[in-house]
């Protein structure tokens, strides 16, 4: 059977039982290998359309319901009360309230043990740089929280072992080398807030061609909840070793978005260090080159030790 559109869309948000973008409903299509009428270029634009039409003509009579703007996700109205709390419209004193400030300070500590592993990984050798969403244009920080990643990254195909011929064949070919990364970092993921944590790495790195939620400590009775989450929406889950930053471990992987979502680059460069960070990838890769003083500071094992024993060795 080939399903149409909204026959697809019901399906997959019933398989999942979370709220879904257009395209994490294409990707659980691809990766369950389910048959659809939809094709072209873009089909999860089609499926998008799609269910913006049918709530447009049948209004509280669809099937479906947006259930956030930005990303735009959406739900079925037969599960509208068991859906999880639309988390963009917290305000500031609901968020100091639910996350204490200790917890929020060692989570900015952690920026550094991060880069360093992203910098080295095989997998990921990309250049970072820390976004603050408090340099925003006309947002409550409720709505930054949850627009904005605490790192993104780049890499670029000057940084690999590609014979300079090979490169410009790529380019020839129009093969894009260069990676995007989003990254949320929590100090822990436990049972009391790991789907909420989930659901903030999912919001702010739509954008990305990768994104990673990201934390030092991880309950192992959330493991298996971790696991069908990232298979459901394509975000990788790494295990950040503080003590030792080189042993951290990617638990599972990101799923690979190979278009760039423009509109939401766009939104995103309203805040100053966003907008920052896409000029000068802009720069590097016209002319070859990532200057360090651009990105996020590697630091030294020596000074990653004093961090660690500062602020996370609970024995000192």
């Known amino acids: 059977m080939a399903y149409t559109g909204k026959q697809l869309s019901k399906k997959v948000l019933e398989a999942t039982g979370h709220p879904m973008t257009s395209e994490e409903i294409w990707k659980y299509k691809l990766d369950n290998d389910l048959d659809t009428s939809v094709a072209g270029k873009t ?3 089609t499926l998008q359309a799609q269910i913006y039409v049918d709530i447009k003509e049948k209004d509280d ?7 956030s703007k930005k990303p735009v996700r959406f739900f079925l109205t037969a599960r509208r009360k068991s859906a999880p709390v639309i988390q963009e419209e917290l305000t500031e004193e609901t968020i100091e309230n ?36 408090s340099k925003s244009e006309k947002r409550s920080l409720g709505a930054n929280k949850w627009r904005y990643p605490d790192i993104v990254g780049v890499h670029y195909p000057f940084d690999d072992d590609y014979d300079p011929a090979v490169r410009s064949l790529f380019m020839r070919l129009e093969q894009n080398l260069i990676k995007l990364f989003s990254f949320e970092i929590k100090q822990e993921l436990r049972t009391g807030n790991v789907r909420e944590s989930f659901f903030q790495a999912i919001s702010n790195s739509s954008w990305a061609n990768e994104g990673y939620l990201v934390a030092s400590v991880i309950s192992e009775d959330v493991m298996d909840e971790l696991r069908s989450l990232s298979r459901s929406f394509g975000i990788g889950v790494i295990h950040l070793d503080l003590e030792n930053p080189a042993q951290s471990e990617i638990l599972f992987p990101s ?3 190979e278009y760039i979502d423009e509109d939401a680059v766009n939104v995103l460069s309203e805040n100053a260090d966003f907008k920052k960070f896409v000029i000068q990838v802009d720069k590097d890769s016209e002319y070859g080159e990532a200057p360090k003083n651009k990105y996020d500071e590697e630091l030294s094992e020596e000074e990653l030790s004093e961090i660690y024993l500062k602020f996370f060795n609970c024995k000192n």
């Not at 639910?98 to 250049?127: A, G, Q, T, W, Y």
Request: one cysteine or more; hydrophobic letters at 25%; glycine letters at 2%.
């Open 255 to 257: 799923g690979y978005r």
């Open 43 to 45: 089909p999860w634009r």
């Open 98 to 133: 639910k996350r204490p400030k200790e917890i929020n300070r060692n989570e900015i500590k952690m920026h550094p043990f991060l880069v360093s592993f992203l910098s080295n990984d095989p997998h990921f050798r990309c250049h970072c740089k820390t976004i603050d969403a």
């Open 61 to 67: 009579n669809s099937e479906f319901y947006q259930y």
